[in-house]
């Protein structure tokens, strides 16, 4: 397993942009898929995007497609998640994830979480 510290979230007005950052310790990160889940209060954890180690592929969730962008640092340890055009919907805790799994749009593929990091989104 590796360890994983999100950041980055915050407070920001609808329409507006963030970027979020998981640093992950270890040697292996360029080893691991990655992925970004949310929770929202009252709702279910859900998968935002992964990228798949092997070839950098990467799978989007339809709300999030054209707006949210992953992309991956293997020299740094660090995948990122720029988020466009925020909607108050987006609004929720962010999770980085990682999975040693090509199959990177299943939750239990995934087997180390970071704490999370509040992002809310004003109307």
């Known amino acids: 397993q590796v360890q994983l510290v999100e950041s980055g979230g915050g407070l920001v007005q609808a329409g507006g942009s963030l970027r979020l950052s998981c640093a992950a310790s270890?040697?292996?990160?360029?080893?691991?898929?990655m992925g970004w889940f949310r929770q929202a209060p009252g709702k279910e954890r859900e998968l935002v995007v992964g990228i798949r180690w092997s070839d950098g592929s990467a799978y989007y969730a339809d709300h999030v497609k054209g707006r949210f962008t992953i992309s991956r640092d293997n020299a740094k340890n660090t995948v990122y998640l720029e988020m466009n055009s925020l909607k108050p919907e987006d609004t929720a805790v962010y999770y980085c994830?990682?999975?040693?799994?090509?199959?990177?749009?299943?939750?239990?593929?995934?087997?180390?979480w970071g704490q999370g990091t509040q992002v809310t989104v004003s109307s």
């Open positions: 270890g040697r292996t990160f360029s080893r691991y898929s």
């Open positions: 994830a990682a999975s040693r799994s090509v199959y990177i749009s299943a939750y239990r593929e995934y087997d180390s």
